[in-house]
Nanobody
Framework: QVQLVESGGGLVQPGGSLTLSCIAS????????MGWFRQAPGEEREIVAS????????TYSDSVRGRFNISREDDKSTVYLQMNNLKSDDTAVYYC????????WGQGTRVTVSS
């Protein structure tokens, strides 16, 4: 079955950087579009970045464009989210997901931006 395991979260000061990783299994990773989502306390889950199969295109939400970068390594079945110039508003639990499979989520990785 499809499994997603996120890692790389932690506590970081404003202006700092983190790189999240998501290892996927249970499907042919290279053939699917992937996305990173986040859910802040009291808020709905939102998509922040997506990457098409073959890395043909990337999209970002307005709130992270220019600061976050999504990438993938198909031979490792892994999608990454590099986060730079982090702000307190980026505090959330971050999840990856196969874009066409809306019901399968990993456990998420928590990012806390605080001084």
């Amino acid at each position: 079955q499809v499994q997603l395991v996120e890692s790389g979260g932690g506590l970081v000061q404003p202006g700092g950087s983190l790189t999240l990783s998501c290892i996927a299994s249970g499907f042919v990773f290279s053939g699917y579009h992937m996305g990173w989502f986040r859910q802040a306390p009291g808020e709905e889950r939102e998509i922040v970045a997506s990457i098409m199969s073959g890395a043909r295109a990337r999209t970002y939400s307005d709130s992270v464009r220019g600061r976050f970068n999504i990438s993938r390594e198909d031979d490792k079945s892994t999608v990454y989210l590099q986060m730079n110039n982090l702000k307190s508003d980026d505090t959330a639990v971050y999840y990856c997901r196969r874009l066409d499979l809306k019901t399968v989520w990993g456990q998420g990785t928590r990012v806390t931006v605080s001084s």
